[in-house]
């Protein structure tokens, strides 16, 4: 069966990005940085001069990599699965705990035996939060535009439940890589094209490693792992040699991107770099050319985006070269407030959605939610916090952010506000990760003494009686007094408003600020704020989250710096021993611990409500899609 491929790298470590928030500095401020960009452009990508592929190939010991469909890994998994329930009697049940919950999916997780068992002129409605703002898939920077972007774009390469990466042989012959891990040579099929006819090559794959490298193109999100990679060489149409910078275990995870048509965007690159504004970049943003199993029929900004299947890309000169996707249509019906979308799931008007905790343990336990649908649930790492800007000057200092850990009501969140269907988190590590910390840090717990303590040693009294804590600088007295951004979620405002109720307690004014979320990401990109609620999904490799702590990395978006972190990342992508990775990966997240940066919150599982008809559900560490075969195992059966 048919796989979409997966973009599987540092960009979607995001990619999981709920509700980046941001606070704007002064204007000036602001222009001044804006100034100082303009005046110092990075050069992102040195001149190299390959060498023939023939000396090569004389020079390199190549071991061959895995080259697999992982619908089909999933079903070898599977025929080694008995299901605990019939299909008819997983649908009869109402999941009110794990046990009933691995039977449902059991049953309702598992492909069909047979192409005759599949509805494959069927539509599934699937729910997202939120408009895209580009279609363009090297410009994603949110979870719709990833999810746009996993069905009507293609890659090389995916990996599978466990993490175990491998090529896609939707798209590709072979995958080598050499001894020393300095190179990696992939040999693409023949058969691939664009939607306009064109063939797909290996010159595509190459420009737009150029283009995402090119610093006048805004795609800070994509080139968060095409940045390791020193160059790649096209040798034909089809054979390609990643050019690695140093010999590490983490370049398996560079290698992966989305790919645009070169002969539609090179046309006007050089007069418009953003890719968007000329007229000639919106007409292909409205009526994209793309390379995957679909390509976008219909959209209705704000409204919905529907997608149709492709036939060129699994029929060829009227044979079947790749399987077919299960779905005729994906229509994303784009619906911001998760009770009209349970609404919307109820009456069949979409046939999936992600369920917050208040959702699943409020409002789908009763007779009516299990008429048309059922529910299911899974491990996510997924993570949650408050990010506090170090280079203001109320979180500089790690005792203030600290205190705000202190005085936070963590188990009122988990309890109340989360349900307790969320686990607590103590940093960017799940415990069951093989490179979380053994012993794991405990988590924080409300002490509002201990937090008062903290705030008066950092120099925060009320000095004036007021009741509001202050501290002078350069001689002007500031007041303790911010603001944090969030999105408009229902739990995201309850959360940063419960935040906000903890810190009166103890003389800290915090202003809850709901944001538009493509402004927060401006804003966050920016550093345009005092603090903001977020979250992250963890990525394939713990070395994914360099880009979040290093000095000054493209998503350190709270300014943190730390020395000894910044080494010890080092360390952790040179090591190729997994035990040694995993002490040194330990240690970061102690380190992080005990500075608070962030103030880890909660790891959210994957919650989802669907329609009984739908079939294919399978969950991972990374949720039901963040792996393969990812979306691709969903389907729908025929009528009997």
């Known amino acids: 069966m048919h796989q979409y491929p997966r973009f599987n790298l540092f960009f979607l470590s995001l990619f999981l990005m709920f509700a980046l928030t941001g606070c704007p500095g002064p204007a000036t401020e602001e222009a001044e940085d804006t100034e100082k960009e303009a005046e110092t452009k990075e050069v992102l990508l040195e001149p190299f001069d390959a060498p023939k592929l023939a000396d090569l ?64 002129g069927a539509t599934i409605n699937r729910h997202v939060g939120a408009d895209l703002k580009s279609t363009n898939p090297i410009m994603g920077s949110s979870a719709v535009e990833f999810e746009v972007s996993s069905l009507t774009g293609f890659g090389l390469f995916s990996f599978d439940w466990n993490f175990k990466p491998f090529a896609v042989s939707d798209t590709v012959v072979s995958w080598q890589s050499s001894k020393d891990k300095l190179y990696d040579k992939v040999v693409l099929r023949d058969d691939l094209t664009w939607s306009d006819g064109t063939p797909i090559t290996a010159h595509d794959i190459v420009f737009t490693f150029k283009t995402i490298m090119n610093p006048d193109v805004p795609v800070p999100a994509v080139r968060s792992g095409t940045d390791q990679i020193r160059w790649i060489e096209a040798y034909d149409d089809q054979t390609l040699v990643f050019f690695h910078k140093e010999s590490l275990p983490t370049n398996v995870w560079n290698l992966n991107f989305p790919i645009i048509p070169k002969h539609i965007y090179e046309k006007e690159l050089e007069s418009d770099p953003t890719l968007q504004d000329s007229p000639y970049h919106v007409k292909f943003e409205n009526a994209p050319v793309t390379g995957g199993p679909y390509e976008i029929e219909k959209r209705e900004r704000g409204q919905e985006i529907l997608l149709k299947r492709r036939e060129s890309w699994y029929m060829q000169d009227g044979k079947q070269v790749r399987t077919k996707p299960y779905f005729e249509r994906v229509r994303l019906r784009i619906i911001e407030d998760p009770n009209t979308a349970l609404l919307a799931l109820k ?91 053994k012993p794991m840090s405990k988590p924080y717990t409300q002490n509002l003494a201990k937090a008062e303590k903290l705030l008066d040693d950092a120099g925060w009294i009320d000095h004036d009686g007021d009741g509001i804590r202050d501290k002078e600088f350069d001689g002007k007295v500031i007041p303790f007094r911010f603001s944090i951004m969030t999105s408009s979620q229902p739990l995201s405002l309850s959360i940063c408003t419960l935040l906000k109720e903890n810190l009166a307690q103890i003389g800290v004014i915090c202003e809850v600020k709901p944001t538009e979320f493509t402004v927060m990401q401006e804003k966050a990109r920016n550093h345009q704020f005092q603090a903001m609620f977020g979250g992250w999904g963890t990525g394939t490799d713990p070395d994914t989250s360099i880009n979040l702590w290093k000095t000054e990395a493209a998503r350190n978006y709270v300014n943190y710096s730390n020395p000894e972190v910044d080494k010890l990342f ?70 009997n």
């Open 347 to 437: 009456n069949g008007k979409i046939d999936e959605m992600a369920l917050n905790p208040e959702l699943w343990k409020t409002q789908t336990e009763d007779d009516d939610f299990y008429k048309t649908c059922t529910k299911a649930n899974g491990l996510e790492w997924v993570y949650f916090y408050f990010g506090w800007n170090c280079e203001t000057l109320f979180f500089k200092d790690k005792e203030v952010r600290q205190a705000m850990s202190y005085a936070f009501n963590h188990k009122e969140m988990l309890d109340e506000l989360c349900y307790g269907l969320y686990q607590p988190c103590t940093g960017i590590y799940h415990e069951t990760a093989w490179m979380a910390p």
């Open 57 to 120: 190939d004389a020079q390199v010991e190549w071991e061959e990599q895995p080259v697999l469909d992982s619908l089909e890994l999933l079903r070898e998994r599977q025929s080694q699965e008995k299901p605990l329930v019939s299909v008819d009697e997983a649908l009869k049940l109402k999941n009110t705990n794990q046990e009933i919950n691995e039977k449902i999916l059991s049953a309702l997780g598992r492909l069909p035996k047979n192409d005759e068992e599949v509805d494959w």
């Open 570 to 639: 080092e360390e952790g992508r040179r090591e190729f021993d997994v035990e040694k990775r995993a002490k040194i990966y330990g240690k970061i997240h102690e380190l992080l611990y005990e500075d608070q940066p962030y103030t880890w919150l909660y790891f959210r599982n994957s919650f989802y409500g669907f329609n009984k008809d739908l079939r294919g559900y399978v969950f991972s560490p990374r949720g039901p899609y963040g792996y393969g075969p990812g979306f691709s195992s969903l389907w729908k059966p025929a009528e």
